[in-house]
């Protein structure tokens, strides 16, 4: 997926920086989304020099050119994650933090005509499901 996501930034022309390639590969390898703060110190584990600012930037990004996809855990806590993986949701737990991926179980062709029949020129959407989970209940 790295590399599907590396063809599409060169696609665009985009500068391909050691940075940028770093942020894809850490945020591509973790198994959940992961915040800001976090790929910062993945990349300094890696000894990837690179400055907050710069992954602030760099994680904008890749989110404008869809590449990374906003996930919000808590309120004014943005996570990133793949925006190539299949359409999914999110469980949260409101007590340990834990997130897992749920399947999107609804017909989504069928809220797709439902909403282009409104008139309504849909950009994306947020769904995330707030509760607690199996190990904290």
Known sequence: ????A???LRGENARMTH???AIVDLVFSVNSPISAISVLKGLAKKDIGVNKTTVYRELS???K?????EVFIKPNSIH?????LPHHHHLI?????SVEEVDCVINERKLLQKIK???FDLKTHKFELYGTCASCS
């Open 1 to 4: 997926m790295q590399a599907r």
């Open 6 to 8: 590396i063809a599409l």
């Open 19 to 21: 940075a940028r390639k």
């Open 61 to 63: 990004y890749l989110v």
């Open 65 to 69: 050119s869809n590449i990374l996809k």
């Open 80 to 84: 990133y994650e793949s925006a190539l």
């Open 93 to 97: 737990c409101n007590n340990c933090g």
């Open 117 to 119: 029949s409104k008139g």
